[in-house]
C-alpha cells in the first residue's frame, strides 16, 4: 500500500547515497570521479529495474509483482494495486452483462440491439427464432439490410418512435410482428418485435362480424318496417293499444336501423385504405349541407345555431369520413343541448393548422366520462340517450376519422355551462393553392 511517507524515506535514501559517495571522493582524492561512476551505476540500477518492470507487465502470468527496493517497490504496489481494482471493475462489469442477457434471454418477445450507424450489437433467442438472426454471423450487420420491409425500413430512419408498426415476420408472411423502437445506452436504439398475429386475427375477426351481422341485419329490418308502415296506412280501425304498439315498433326498427348504418360506417372507416392526400375537400360547400340538415333537425328545440366557416381553408382528405365526423358532432350538440341554447360551429385558421368546433352552453359532461367519451356505446345517461335516439356510436366514428386523418378529438365541458369538442388537422394537409396551381 502506498503511503506518504514512502517518498520521505527513499529521498533521505538517495541524500545518505550521494553523502557517502562525496565522502568517499574527498578520500580516494578524486570527488568528480567518484560521483560519475556512483550515477552511472544508479542509472544502470534503474534501467535494470525498469526492464524488470516491462518484463512483467508483458510477460509474466504472475499477477503479483516481483520484489524490488526503494521507490520500485511503490511503483510496482501501485500497479499492482490499480490491477485488482480494474480487475474487480470487469468481473462486476462481466456480472452485470451476463445478468442483462440472461434477462433478455428469458423475455417473452425478440430483443436486438442496434449502434447508431444501424449495425447489429446483440440480439437475444427469439429475436434468432422468429427473425432468422444467425449469431454472431450478423453481428455488424445492418438491421435494415435484413428487414427489408418498406414500412419498416421508413419508420426506422424517419426517428420518430413514438408508436409502434406492424408488418408480416420475414421469415413467415403468415404472421404479424409488432415493431418498437427506443433510445438505449449512448448512440444505441433498442428494437423490440412481438409477435401480435393473434391480437390481429382477432382485430380480423371483430371487424368482419360486425360488418357482416350489420349488413344481413338490413334486409330483415327493412322488410319488417316496409310491413310495419303498410299495416299503420291500411288498418285505421284498430285499437289504441295496437296503434301504440305500430308506432313503438316503427320507432325501435328505425332505431334498429340508424344503429346499423352507423356500425356499417365505423367498419368502412376502419377498413379503409384510401389515401387522404390524394383529395381535396370543399369544406365550404360540406358545411353548408350540413348547416341545412341542422337546422331540418332543430324545429323542434330551436337552438341559436351559428356557422363560422372560412371559405379559403380547403384541406387533403377523405370527404366521406370528414362529413360523418363534423356532422355527429354538430347533430349531437342539438340533441343533448337543452331548448333554446346556443351552438357555435368554428372552421378556421389557427397558426399553420386547420381548427373545427363545436360549441354548446348545454348541461355539461362530469369529468369522470370525458375519458371514455369514445368508446363503442359508451352514453352518459342511458335514459336520456334512449329518447334522443342516439346509437353510441357517433364519437367513436369520430375518433377514428381523425386517426385517419391524423389528429384527435379535444373534449373540454364543465357541468352546468356547456362543453367544446374540437380537432386540429396538421398543415400537412392544408390544401395551399399558391403551393399547388
Not at 420491409?149 to 413467415?172: L, V
Not at 289504441?240 to 305500430?246: E, S, T
Request: net charge neutral; glycine share 6%; hydrophobic share 40%.
Amino acid at each position: 500500500m502506498y503511503y506518504p511517507r514512502s517518498w520521505t524515506k527513499s529521498l533521505l535514501r538517495l541524500c545518505l547515497y550521494i553523502a557517502l559517495i562525496v565522502l568517499l571522493g574527498i578520500y580516494v582524492g578524486d570527488v568528480v570521479l567518484v560521483l560519475l561512476i556512483a550515477a552511472v551505476t544508479l542509472l544502470i540500477f534503474n534501467y535494470l529495474h525498469l526492464y524488470k518492470l516491462t518484463k512483467w507487465l508483458w510477460e509474466s502470468r504472475k499477477m503479483s509483482p516481483p520484489s524490488a527496493p526503494g521507490v520500485w517497490e511503490h511503483v510496482y504496489e501501485g500497479i499492482y494495486y490499480l490491477q485488482r481494482r480494474n480487475r474487480n471493475k470487469r468481473k462486476n462489469l462481466g456480472e452485470l452483462v451476463k445478468r442483462f442477457r440472461e434477462g433478455s434471454e428469458a423475455l417473452p418477445d425478440a430483443v436486438v440491439v442496434v449502434d447508431k450507424d444501424a449495425k447489429i450489437v446483440w440480439c437475444n433467442r427469439h429475436a434468432r427464432i422468429e427473425m432468422g438472426l444467425k449469431w454472431p454471423d450478423d453481428s455488424g450487420r445492418r438491421i435494415d439490410n435484413l428487414i427489408r420491409h418498406p414500412n419498416f425500413i421508413e419508420y426506422f430512419h424517419s426517428g420518430d418512435y413514438h408508436y409502434p408498426i406492424e408488418i408480416p415476420a420475414p421469415t413467415n408472411p403468415n404472421k404479424t410482428f409488432e415493431y418498437r423502437i427506443m433510445a438505449y445506452g449512448e448512440d444505441q436504439l433498442l428494437l423490440i418485435i412481438r409477435d401480435v398475429s393473434r391480437v390481429s386475427q382477432l382485430e380480423e375477426m371483430r371487424k368482419d362480424f360486425v360488418a357482416n351481422v350489420s349488413h344481413e341485419l338490413r334486409t330483415p329490418l327493412t322488410v319488417i318496417n316496409g310491413y310495419l308502415e303498410v299495416l299503420s296506412v291500411e288498418d285505421e280501425d284498430k285499437s289504441p293499444f295496437v296503434g301504440k304498439a305500430m308506432m313503438e315498433m316503427e320507432t325501435q326498427t328505425k332505431r334498429m336501423q340508424a344503429l346499423i348504418e352507423d356500425l356499417l360506417i365505423l367498419s368502412r372507416i376502419e377498413a379503409s385504405s384510401e389515401r387522404i392526400y390524394e383529395n381535396t375537400i370543399d369544406m365550404t360547400g360540406m358545411f353548408a349541407q350540413v348547416e341545412m340538415e341542422a337546422k331540418a333537425l332543430n324545429k323542434e328545440k330551436q337552438h341559436n345555431i351559428s356557422f363560422k366557416i372560412d371559405p379559403d381553408l380547403v384541406i387533403f382528405g377523405v370527404e366521406t369520413e370528414m362529413r360523418s365526423a363534423c356532422s355527429n358532432l354538430v347533430f349531437n350538440a342539438i340533441h343533448y343541448t337543452p331548448p333554446g341554447g346556443t351552438i357555435k360551429v368554428l372552421w378556421k385558421r389557427r397558426a399553420d393548422s386547420a381548427y373545427f368546433a363545436v360549441i354548446d352552453d348545454g348541461d355539461g359532461i362530469d369529468d369522470k366520462h370525458l375519458r371514455r367519451l369514445t368508446e363503442r356505446f359508451y352514453r352518459v345517461d342511458k335514459a336520456r340517450s334512449r329518447k334522443t335516439g342516439g346509437s353510441g356510436l357517433g364519437l367513436s366514428i369520430v375518433k377514428h376519422v381523425l386517426n385517419h386523418h391524423n389528429s384527435f378529438l379535444n373534449i373540454e365541458s364543465k357541468v352546468g355551462k356547456g362543453s367544446e369538442f374540437s380537432f386540429i388537422l396538421p398543415p400537412e394537409l392544408v390544401y395551399e393553392k399558391n403551393t399547388h396551381s
